[in-house]
Structure formats: structure tokens, C-alpha cells
């Protein structure tokens, strides 16, 4: 028996951005698997043209691990057919009008055919260049509804945000929208067209500059303009406004925003433990194996968000087939942990630090690298005393010998320094969530959760979402961590 997720999905045209992404390729894997009668998925990715579509949907998409259930099942040959019959590669990008479609006769196909439009695409560098911030997150958020709108059959558009458009505010966070305008710290009122006008005249007053110059200066101008209106890097501030502007010029499209907090490897489906690259947690989780993290700067009680790639994948389903052609409405969804099974950072360190006692990495001798617990330290002003201690004071002994026998220790005096500057760097960037005060209302979504469970043909757990089924202590030990020594070390 179907569920209602299932049959929702069934003959429906998807329009899904950012598809090289790791929360797309779960997405679109989840919807071959379960529902192989969805009519057509339109995936819109950056390249040159078809062929190179072509290319990178083979090789970033199909031909990934993620896809081997599919491929066991199915096998290669039905699997390839599969996806000649349902994917449909478009070569396009969501920062230029008409998402970059260049063939009229294809916008108008899509204009005519869609029923529903994902958007996915975003860039997620805390520190990116302020012009690529808001040429991705905030307007492009703006030309995807815009696309979405001329849709004749769209009877919905479901956009992925970010947990921490929230900023740095502490206690309960609501599911609410943004008003448009609205800044974090109250001190001004932000008008997005400024904003992109601001970016114009500095792109322009870099004009001569290197190329080198032009990206860190745009960086720097966006982190300061972020925390200008109150959010602590460019990322959250550019996925806010993106936010406003589709509140604001919605109309009366269906619109769901799917805030996720920390999303890492899938618990379940297809198959436990799948991730692509290191995502904020993995970063610390990695170092450590290493050895390489012998202090760090967190709140051993501060609630570490997570949640599992599936599960946001199941919400974002679950969102849509409650929602379509819901005319008018703007639903919010957290979709976290923090408030149903919270887990502290205190006890993700002590869950690694016993991973890799009994697990140790191996190091590039063949040897396993001994680990210890090591120092973690509540404030900045604590992390930066210790570095200066520890580092920074024996670099500037190094230095000075630099300078007397400039050809003893130069190598290593630079090597050095520009490992505590990058070090420093991703510590005041992840700062903010390292010492997190705010803990994630889901009200929405757990009223979605108890509209799933009243279904019983939804209890066989295809679209499970419920933080609560999450045991950290297990997952972390026997899923997450192994994931990351599978596929992203690659050991």
C-alpha cells in the first residue's frame, strides 16, 4: 500500500535547482526509488551546455554510491533506462533571469509542464564573495518564484533555507517568516536594493585590482555588511533577504521554506551513513581523528543542532504533499533536533574521543594516530589567550631567528604563521555556532509529523522525520563517523 507521499510524487513534473548538491542527489535518489512513476524531474545544474549536463548528472549524480541500492536492485542497464525516461539534465543557473535557460522552447515546456519547482541551489561559504552571496542566495531565490510563477501548473514552490538565518539570538526560535526589511539587531532598516547596489560600486572600485584582491575583498565587504544588520557571516545574511524577497512577491503561489539546522550523513535510506564532503561538524570530527585538535573553542553545553540528510529529505516530501496548491500560504519548517533530542557538544566530544581510542585512524606511516581528549575552551577570549601562548608567542621567538638567520627557520616560521592565521579565521567563522544559545521551535513541523502518523500507510518509516527515533550515541559511533572514514577519507 502507498503512502500518501509515495502517491503524491506519482505523474508529477519536478523542477529541482542545485541538483550536484548533496541534499539534492538524496532527494532525487529517495523519489527514483520510491516512486519510479514520477512523470519527469527536470534537474538545473551549471555547464556550458547539454552534453556537459549530461556529463556532470553521470558523474556527480548516477554514478555516486548513493545510487548503489538503485543500481543492486534494479541493475545497470534497467537503472540506466530509468533515468533516460525520468531525469532530464538542464544546463542553467539560478543568479540570471529565466534560471539562464538559454532555449525558448524549452523555458516554454517548463513554463507549460511543471507541477512543482524545489529550490535546492545555494551557496553555503560562510565567508563567500558578497556578489556571489546575493547573486545566489538572495536573488537568485527571487528568479527561481519568479520561473515558479509562470509555471501554469505550479502548484508549489518548495525553497531550502537555513536553520541559522536566525543569527546569534539565544532561547526559543519560531518558524516565523521575515518582514521585509527586517535586520536582526534592530539598529536600521536593510532595503535589499541597496544592498545590491552597495555591491556594484565596490565591484566597480575594484576594477583594477587582482583577481586575488577583487575575492577577498568581497568577502571582507560581506561579512561586514552581515554583521552591519546584525547576522555573523554573509551565508545566513544573504539566505535571509532570499527569504524576504520571496515573502514579499510571492502572490499567491504555495511557497514552503524548509529551514534545516546541521545536516549530516543519512541514518536510514538509502542505505546509513552516505555523506559528500565535510560539513561544519565533520570539520572538528576529522581534525581530531587527525590529531591535529588539541584545543578548540566550544560550550561544552550548548546544543549542537544535527539532524540527518534523510530525514530533511522526508520533511521536504512530507512539506510538499501537505501543501500543494495550499493557494496563498508560506509555511515554515525547522527541521532539527535541538528541540525534541537535543545532543550538547560535551557529549559529541566524548562520544569521538571514544570512537577513536578504540578506532584510530591511520596515519600516512601506516601507523594509528593516538589521540587525546584535549582542551575545549567556553569564550573566545579564553581560545585566543591559549593560542597566544601555546603559538603565537613561540612564532614570534621564530621570527626573530628568522630575522638573525633568515636561512634556518624561514620555512618554517611562514608555514607556521599562515596555519595560526587559517586556524583563527575558521575558528571566528564558526564561532557562532560553536557557542549556539538558541534552541529550534519545530511546532510546524511536528504538527506535520502528527498528520503523517494519523496515516497508517505512512508508519512503514519510508518518510520518517521524528528527531526523537534518534539515539546520538549509536548513530555517531556506528554511522556517522564510519561515513565520514567511507566517503569522504576514503579509507
Same mark, same amino acid.
Given at each position: 500500500?502507498?503512502?500518501?507521499? +509515495? ?23 529517495? #523519489? %527514483? ?22 556529463? /556532470?548528472? /553521470? ?28 531525469? +532530464? ?11 539562464? %535557460?538559454?532555449?525558448?522552447?524549452? #523555458? ?9 519547482? #524545489?529550490? #535546492? ?12 552571496? *546575493?547573486?545566489?542566495?538572495? &536573488?537568485?531565490? %527571487?528568479?527561481?518564484?519568479? &520561473? ?9 514552490? *518548495?525553497?531550502?533555507?537555513?536553520? !541559522? ?22 539598529? /536600521? ?6 544592498? /545590491? ?106 546544543? &549542537? ?15 510538499a504533499t501537505a501543501h500543494w496548491g495550499d493557494t496563498g500560504i508560506q509555511a515554515?519548517?525547522? +527541521? ?18 571514544? !570512537? ?32 597566544? *601562548? ?31 592565521? *587559517? ?5 571566528e567563522l564558526y564561532q557562532p555556532y560553536l557557542l549556539f544559545k538558541g534552541i ?18 505512512? %508508519? ?32
Amino acid at each position: 500500500m502507498e503512502s500518501n507521499c +509515495v502517491q503524491f510524487l506519482g505523474n508529477k513534473t519536478i523542477l529541482i535547482t542545485g541538483a550536484p548538491g548533496f541534499l539534492a542527489k538524496v532527494l532525487v535518489e529517495k #523519489i %527514483l526509488r520510491l516512486q519510479p512513476n514520477v512523470k519527469k524531474m527536470y534537474l538545473l545544474l551549471r555547464a556550458p551546455d547539454e552534453k556537459s549536463a549530461m556529463q /556532470r548528472l /553521470r558523474s556527480e549524480v548516477i554514478e555516486i554510491d548513493l545510487f548503489k541500492v538503485l543500481r543492486n536492485d534494479l541493475g545497470e542497464e534497467n537503472l540506466n533506462a530509468l533515468v533516460r525516461e525520468k531525469i +532530464v539534465p538542464v544546463p542553467g543557473d539560478i543568479s540570471i533571469d529565466n534560471l539562464g %535557460l538559454k532555449d525558448t522552447d524549452l #523555458i516554454q515546456l517548463l513554463w507549460s509542464e511543471i507541477d512543482i519547482i #524545489i529550490n #535546492i541551489a545555494a551557496t553555503t561559504n560562510f565567508d563567500e564573495r558578497y556578489d556571489i552571496g *546575493l547573486g545566489i542566495n538572495t &536573488f537568485g531565490a %527571487l528568479n527561481v518564484l519568479n &520561473f515558479a510563477k509562470k509555471c501554469v501548473k505550479g502548484q508549489l514552490l *518548495l525553497h531550502v533555507s537555513t536553520a !541559522y538565518v536566525s543569527g546569534e539570538q539565544s532561547g526559543l526560535l519560531q518558524e516565523k517568516p521575515f518582514d521585509m526589511g527586517e535586520t536582526l539587531n534592530g539598529n /536600521r532598516t536593510l532595503d535589499i536594493n541597496i544592498e /545590491r547596489e552597495l555591491m556594484k560600486q565596490k565591484l566597480k572600485e575594484l576594477q583594477d585590482c587582482s583577481e586575488e584582491e577583487i575575492s577577498q575583498t568581497m568577502k571582507d565587504f560581506g561579512m561586514a555588511r552581515a554583521k552591519l544588520h546584525g547576522w555573523p557571516n554573509t551565508y545566513v545574511f544573504t539566505k535571509a533577504m532570499g527569504e524576504m524577497l520571496m515573502g514579499k512577491y510571492r502572490e499567491n503561489l504555495p511557497i514552503v521554506i524548509i529551514r534545516p539546522t546541521m545536516i549530516t550523513s543519512t541514518i536510514a535510506e538509502p542505505f546509513p551513513g552516505w555523506i559528500e564532503g565535510l560539513k561544519t561538524l565533520d570539520s572538528v570530527i576529522v581534525a581530531y581523528g587527525k590529531g591535529r585538535l588539541k584545543c578548540f573553542l566550544a560550550d561544552s553545553n550548548s546544543v &549542537f543542532d544535527l539532524i540527518p540528510a534523510d530525514m530533511v529529505v522526508n520533511a521536504m516530501v512530507a512539506a510538499a504533499t501537505a501543501h500543494w496548491g495550499d493557494t496563498g500560504i508560506q509555511a515554515i519548517y525547522h +527541521v532539527g533536533s535541538s528541540c525534541k533530542n537535543p545532543v550538547t557538544f560535551g557529549q559529541l566530544h566524548d562520544i569521538t574521543a571514544r !570512537y577513536f581510542a578504540k578506532r584510530p585512524l591511520v596515519g600516512r606511516n601506516g601507523s594509528p594516530i593516538i589521540v587525546t581528549k584535549g582542551i575545549i575552551l567556553p569564550t573566545m577570549a579564553q581560545f585566543s589567550l591559549y593560542m597566544t *601562548l601555546r603559538y603565537k608567542l613561540p612564532l614570534q621567538i621564530l621570527r626573530l631567528i628568522n630575522i638573525v638567520y633568515p636561512w634556518s627557520h624561514g620555512d618554517n616560521y611562514n608555514d607556521l604563521s599562515r596555519k595560526i592565521k *587559517l586556524a583563527m579565521r575558521l575558528v571566528e567563522l564558526y564561532q557562532p555556532y560553536l557557542l549556539f544559545k538558541g534552541i529550534f521551535d519545530d511546532l510546524n513541523t511536528e504538527r506535520l509529523r502528527m498528520k503523517r502518523k494519523e496515516n497508517i500507510k505512512e %508508519l512503514d518509516g519510508s518518510f520518517e522525520f521524528d528527531p526523537k527515533s534518534i539515539d546520538w550515541d549509536n548513530y555517531i559511533t556506528n554511522t556517522h563517523i564510519p561515513g565520514l572514514i567511507t566517503y569522504v577519507l576514503k579509507q
